[in-house]
């Protein structure tokens, strides 16, 4: 039987990073459900549809494929009707448009099966924004992981510079609080904690620290129900 780890959690408060080192620590597959949302943002940024024009929506679903592979190293790659997105959806803007296109009732119902089936099949840390309220709530151990908005603000800022991306701290800082309240006020699958799910903050924290306090709650809990 396959073990499902869901990580939820606000913009910037370092789920992929943390789950991606944590699953390659205990052997699991990370699942970067964010990315699913990026990639169907871009597809709908590429054909300008918007995502209150829910008729072009779902015409656009009809006609994409949206895929996860995972190359020998175990790292996640990116596929929009195959070809391989994964640098082209860490924007700024590719942060915004997948806040609001994941909003749409039928772009989640899209990505659901897809989703379920791979913690189905595989051992998986899955993060994003729903995973134990919604699409993994049978997951063996369910995390919350948050920080301030300025840590979370200020670590995204960080990495984008590093990058070579021209930003100013305030307009990363108003990005997050921006998609803080558009996640977890949607009508659909509202950002919240999972019930059951341990609550970890990681604003006082570094990143080895975050690393080693999900590994050790995971742990923890699985250990608990075996």
Do not use: W
């Amino acid at each position: 039987m396959s073990i499902a780890i869901a990580l939820d959690g606000p913009a910037g408060a370092g789920k992929s990073t943390i789950a991606r080192r944590a699953a390659k620590a205990l052997d699991f597959i990370y699942v970067d459900t964010g990315a699913l949302y990026r990639a169907i943002g871009l597809a709908a940024s590429r054909r300008g549809v918007s995502p209150e024009q829910t008729d072009d929506v779902n015409k656009m679903l009809s006609e994409i494929t949206v895929d996860l592979s995972f190359n020998e190293k175990g790292e996640q790659i990116v596929l929009l009707n195959g070809e391989d997105v994964s640098g082209l959806i860490r924007t700024p803007e590719a942060s915004m448009m997948a806040s609001a296109i994941s909003a749409v009732p039928e772009v989640r119902a899209f990505l659901l099966d897809l989703q379920r089936n791979m913690a189905k099949t595989h051992n998986v840390i899955m993060d994003g924004r729903d995973i134990g309220t919604v699409v993994l709530p049978d997951a063996q151990v369910k995390i919350f992981l948050t920080a301030s908005p300025e840590a979370r603000a200020q670590r995204r800022y960080k990495e984008l510079i590093e990058k070579g991306t021209d930003v100013k701290y305030e307009d990363v800082l108003n990005d997050v609080v921006t998609r803080d309240y558009n996640d977890s006020h949607r009508a659909t699958a509202p950002l919240k904690p999972a019930e059951g799910c341990v609550m970890v903050d990681t604003t006082e924290l570094d990143f080895e620290q975050s690393v080693e306090k999900i590994i050790s709650v995971i742990k923890e809990n699985i250990n608990g129900t075996e």
